[in-house]
């Protein structure tokens, strides 16, 4: 190369160095703090893509952001709150159920869900999320099910498989985990599902149906924990745990859900079990019990947000 061509060149790539790389917004993007990214849920951990499917159940809806809210408890999913660009509330732990309820009593018109994983809303908080379905309560509930509890040091949870290995039980599980869909719908929930991180397209479409129906709505993701989860139990990477949801998930709409509970390494079923249009809300109820008791002396919520307007 001659000394010409080389200056050329030279001069080419402090051109390409020197050019602006202009970065396009992501598609999600207004639904998202996008001044709190990076966000703290470990490389690999399925969090992240159910924030996403959310968000995109949202877009598709064209939802307006003003009349939904987001609740969520402790833990890994707890912090999806803090990274939603909405109302948005992380509670304390095991209490994201009571507080969207206050919050759906309060404001009618809101479209509230609540964020959380299994050790928050199925162990400390179990007593508030059984009795939120037996009343039918009108918000959607987003269970991120990774088997454990990811954050605090990997502690047997209450939906940790039998055999597999915690910190706090290091020889294996023998408590008998709870089966999420069967024990939502046994308790009156309106709308339940179940499906993994790896079904991007079904998941986002449940997030859209929980979003249009009323009721108690439950939808169980199952997420995989690399850091946690698959380590201590030598399942591989997160890569590995997606190639496990090829191989051994089967989808199953409308099938029993006392069928569809999770053993280790298992298969695992997933689909949509539950879906019940009419049935009538905690607030419908409640407001037909008291006219009918009280006749006109009963003045019921006004459907479009309390007496507090702007």
């Given at each position: 190369m001659s000394a010409?061509?080389?200056?050329?060149?030279?001069?080419?790539e402090t051109q390409v160095e020197k050019r602006e790389v202009q970065a396009e917004e992501h598609p999600v993007a207004p639904f998202i703090r996008m001044d709190r990214m990076p966000h703290i849920w470990c490389p690999t951990c399925g969090i992240g893509t159910v924030v996403k499917c959310y968000a995109s159940a949202l877009e598709n809806l064209k939802l307006d952001l003003d009349k939904v809210a987001i609740v969520s408890g402790i833990g890994c999913t707890g912090r999806v709150a803090g990274y939603m660009n909405m109302d948005a509330f992380h509670t304390t732990h095991g209490r994201a159920v009571p507080f969207a309820t206050g919050l759906k009593l309060g404001r009618p018109e809101l479209n509230v869900t609540v964020f959380s994983g299994d050790g928050d809303l199925s162990g400390i908080g179990g007593n508030h999320f059984i009795h939120s379905a037996r009343r039918h309560m009108d918000i959607l509930v987003i269970l991120v099910n990774n088997f454990i509890y990811a954050m605090t040091g990997g502690q047997n949870a209450p939906t940790t498989p039998l055999g597999a290995n915690s910190s706090t039980m290091p020889f294996g599980n023998f408590e008998p985990p709870f089966n999420l869909p069967h024990l939502a719908a046994s308790c009156g929930a309106s709308y339940v599902a179940r499906w993994t991180c790896l079904h991007i397209r079904r998941m986002t479409k449940a997030f859209e149906e929980g979003l249009e129906r009323k009721g108690f709505r439950f939808i169980e993701i199952i997420a995989p924990c690399s850091t946690l989860y698959a380590r201590r139990n030598r399942l591989g990477t997160g890569l590995n745990l997606l190639l496990f949801f090829v191989v051994f998930v089967e989808i199953q709409h409308g099938v029993d859900t006392r069928e569809v509970g999770?053993?280790?390494?298992?298969?695992?079923?997933?689909?949509?079990?539950?879906?019940?249009?009419?049935?009538?809300?905690?607030?419908e109820n409640m407001n037909a019990h008291y006219e009918r008791v009280l006749g006109d002396k009963y003045v019921s919520m006004p459907p479009e947000g309390g007496w507090i307007h702007e």
């Open positions: 010409e061509a080389e200056t050329q060149s030279a001069e080419a999770i053993a280790f390494q298992e298969k695992i079923i997933c689909g949509k079990f539950v879906d019940d249009e009419e049935q009538t809300t905690f607030l």
